[in-house]
């Protein structure tokens, strides 16, 4: 069992509930992210869909608009399946799709059949075996089929992170895990509550990102990784953030590698911008993405120390990093480098007197990191 069902069945909780009053601002978000990977939404028109870990649902209806044919759910949690039950019960649609919904993991579903999409999204970028299952899902593409997968890196994860790491100081003296709840509800609700866009509550996304064990997950799946695991009968059709350009002659049809390559490097040089949403892209040379990769690797290695042991040394180790994650944001971004900034002085005022006054104001409403990135693989046509 992976960390989240693990966390999830423990505590009882299935914290991915979405505020869709607004189905048509659901509805049009899901098209946009979908338009992103390079599938528009009529592409989905009487499909077979394989949906996994689907949670309560709320995606899912987004496929019943979409008017596919059929749609498969494999989802291990109990309560995510009584909810997406009655979800999908009180939606009435003029044509709906045949469901089959299958109570059960990735692992222990063992069908032979093939699908046009199978969408797997929020959970594989942080388990052990994300490569051994993405590979098996690859396997079930049908003909010209796609696969979208989320994925993390140390980036993307960086602000989140530290929004863990200061909550886990506040916290370190409440054993009691609703008292935990509350206490991170509290120091962040002043700058979420009004963020536009947020379809989830601040408390389930504090269970879902501030406390959830698998965030700090030993094993984090990347686009490099999913880049590195596909061979030449596969492309990648897109990602969520959008950043590969792709120059190539689409007369070149035997350039897997030097596309691939290509790929990777883009990767490398523009992964930094998944810090903090709503900045301007950059773009920076290999060195100093590996530079930058390096520390954040550091903080992240000694952030999740802290969060086990809580010893002010471990913090020391971060201040040191991050000062280093300073100097190399100063000729790239300002908002990050006033975020970073931030968290120096907060460390420093934590070591010195023992607290954090002013909790509450740590974060601003920005402080927001890309978290996860989707990617989409399509099987290349057998004629
Ligand atoms: C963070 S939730 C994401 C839910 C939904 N896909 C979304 O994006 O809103 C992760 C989901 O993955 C499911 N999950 C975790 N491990 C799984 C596995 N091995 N096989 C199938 N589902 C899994 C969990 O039960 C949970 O519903």
Request: proline share 1%.
């Amino acid at each position: 069992m992976n960390k989240f069902l693990n966390y999830y069945k423990e505590q009882n909780i299935l914290p991915i509930k979405q505020n869709i009053s607004n189905m048509e601002n659901h509805l049009r978000k899901r098209e946009n992210l979908y338009r992103q990977l390079g599938i528009p939404a009529i592409a989905f028109k009487d499909k077979n869909i394989l949906e996994v870990g689907a949670g309560s649902g709320y995606n899912t209806l987004a496929f019943f608009h979409f008017e596919c044919k059929k749609i498969t759910i494999v989802e291990p949690n109990k309560n995510g399946i009584k909810e997406m039950k009655q979800l999908f019960e009180n939606t009435k649609l003029f044509k709906m799709p045949e469901i089959d919904i299958q109570n059960k993991t990735i692992e222990e579903f063992n069908d032979n059949n093939k699908y046009d999409f199978i969408i797997a999204e929020g959970f594989l970028h942080s388990i052990d075996n994300a490569k051994d299952i993405i590979l098996n899902l690859l396997d079930k593409l049908d003909n010209g089929g796609i696969l979208v997968v989320t994925c993390m890196d140390y980036c993307s994860m960086f602000i989140e992170q530290m929004k863990r790491l200061v909550s886990s100081i506040i916290i370190s003296n409440i054993s009691d895990y609703n008292e935990k709840v509350k206490k991170c509800t509290e120091i962040f609700e002043g700058t979420m509550k009004n963020l536009k866009n947020m379809s989830r509550s601040i408390e389930d996304w504090v269970k879902d990102d501030i406390l959830n064990p698998a965030f700090n997950n030993d094993i984090i799946f990347t686009i490099k990784d999913v880049i590195e695991l596909i061979n030449n009968d596969y492309y990648i059709l897109g990602t969520s953030q959008n950043i590969f350009t792709d120059f190539s002659w689409y007369k070149d049809i035997d350039n897997f590698k030097e596309l691939s390559n290509n790929y990777l490097k883009q990767y490398l040089m523009k992964r930094h911008n998944f810090i903090m949403y709503g900045q301007e892209e950059t773009i920076i040379n290999l060195n100093k993405s590996n530079k930058i990769y390096n520390i954040l690797t550091n903080i992240r290695n000694f952030s999740k120390q802290y969060e086990e042991n809580n010893e002010n040394e471990i913090l020391e180790n971060i201040l040191k990093f991050l000062e280093d994650l300073l100097i190399e944001f100063k000729d790239i971004n300002n908002n990050i480098y006033e975020f970073i900034e931030r968290i120096i002085n907060c460390l420093k005022e934590f070591l010195e007197t023992g607290k954090i006054s002013n909790y509450k104001n740590i974060f601003k409403s920005g402080d927001i990191g890309r978290t996860q990135q989707y990617i989409s693989i399509q099987k290349k046509y057998r004629f």
